[in-house]
């Protein structure tokens, strides 16, 4: 499914590196773009939206 978050913790390309990893790290098939300057984060997944938003949350980062 196709999932859309405002990740508001978001300051620079590295923290979307961050995210993607801890996403992929829940689903190794996932799709994650992001921007930083909009802090919006889309992905394209097969797990649930409360294991992304846990994934992000868990690598420090703050999901409005
Ligand atoms: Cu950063």
């Given at each position: 499914?196709?999932?859309?978050?405002?990740?508001?913790?978001?300051?620079?390309?590295?923290?979307?590196?961050?995210?993607?990893?801890?996403?992929?790290?829940?689903?190794?098939?996932?799709t994650?773009?992001?921007?930083?300057?909009?802090?919006?984060?889309?992905?394209?997944t097969?797990?649930?939206?409360?294991t992304?938003?846990?994934?992000?949350?868990?690598?420090?980062h703050?999901?409005?």
């Amino acid at each position: 499914m196709a999932l859309q978050f405002k990740v508001t913790s978001i300051t620079c390309p590295c923290c979307v590196d961050t995210i993607i990893a801890a996403v992929q790290a829940v689903d190794s098939g996932a799709t994650v773009t992001g921007d930083p300057d909009t802090k919006v984060v889309n992905v394209e997944t097969s797990v649930n939206e409360d294991t992304v938003k846990a994934a992000i949350t868990n690598a420090g980062h703050l999901v409005e």
